[in-house]
């Protein structure tokens, strides 16, 4: 479930970055034409990438954080067994973290790398 979860996310934020790239060819194009290396195209496509799934990643860990928490109160005083103190360690959190910045990268890179193909000619001629 996690995996298909994740795949999809990344394809999600895959598709806003493509479409986002295509937003701003003309600025791409500006930045190109005064001396942009393709180095920094690529990398400021990857940090909003990396941007936008570390937004979502906070607010889902939150969500499932206070889901958690929702739980463990209104399970408490029950006897439920295996669900009596619900938690999940800080251990998996920051694997979680690590994983959500992984995919960020991935997720930003091929609308990085079309972002660097536009050349500078024929983005400033659309404008």
């Not at 006897?79 to 979680?96: H, K, Y």
Request: hydrophobic content about 50%; cysteine-free; aromatic content about 2%.
């Amino acid at each position: 479930m996690g995996s298909g979860t994740l795949a999809a996310g990344v394809i999600g934020v895959s598709n806003i970055m493509l479409v986002i790239v295509r937003e701003r060819t003309n600025e791409i194009g500006i930045r190109r034409a005064v001396g942009a290396t393709p180095l920094s195209v690529m990398r400021r496509g990857v940090l909003e990438s990396l941007i936008l799934t570390g937004v979502a990643g906070y607010a889902g860990l939150m969500v499932g954080m206070g889901a958690i928490e929702l739980t463990n109160y209104l399970i408490s005083g029950s006897d439920t067994g295996m669900f009596r103190n619900p938690e999940v360690s800080l251990t998996v959190v920051g694997q979680a973290l690590v994983i959500l910045a992984g995919s960020g990268v991935l997720a930003g890179m091929i609308p990085a790398s079309r972002a660097v193909k536009i050349r500078p000619v024929e983005a400033l001629r659309a404008i």
